[in-house]
């Protein structure tokens, strides 16, 4: 477990970027916002993954990214509903974790360069009950444009850390760590789903 950790920071760390002042200048394994999503994937692949986070008529829907992967064992893109061009709105980075401890240290690690990144965006940190997985964590460090993140782009690194009483109640779910990347559009809709 040590070695997988130790490798998730070296190789998170030695992305190469500058300091960014728009959200769409972060990647998560060659995505950004705003990207057509079917430049990497075709129609059949998108429309056959859909994670079903999200009700059937909403106006997103997250499909689960089927290209090559170096450095997240999952990723996930929120896309428009009959949208042709699948642009991008969003976009999920996660890898399994086994325990609370080592998650929130390389946590941190990736929070210290996100502030490197975005130096100029609002910084919030804390913990709160997940909000669909009542007995479950999640820790976050966010970056947003406007002090209000969920009314505006932002960027967090989480560890969603699932409680046993949720794994009883909803069968195998596991502790992740997450960067994710999400536009204004997206996330206003989302906190008024």
Sequence with gaps: MRIFLLLFIIIFSLQSWTKADDIRDFEI????????????MTVNQIINNDQGNYPVDSKFYEISYS?????YEYVNVGIKRNDDNFK???????NIVKNKKDCL???????????ELFPKFYFLE???KHYYYKNSTQYI???SVTSDANKSDHARVECMIINDKDKKI????VSTLEVIIASKEFNVWLDNL
């Design 126 to 128: 804390g913990s709160q």
């Design 141 to 143: 460090s966010q970056f």
């Design 88 to 94: 991008i709105y969003f976009i999920r980075g996660m």
């Design 170 to 173: 909803h069968g195998e779910l």
């Design 29 to 40: 394994e060659g995505l950004s916002i705003g990207d057509n999503l079917i430049e990497y």
């Design 105 to 115: 240290k390389i946590k941190e690690t990736i929070a210290e360069d996100l502030k």
């Design 67 to 71: 290209g090559y992967l170096t450095q």
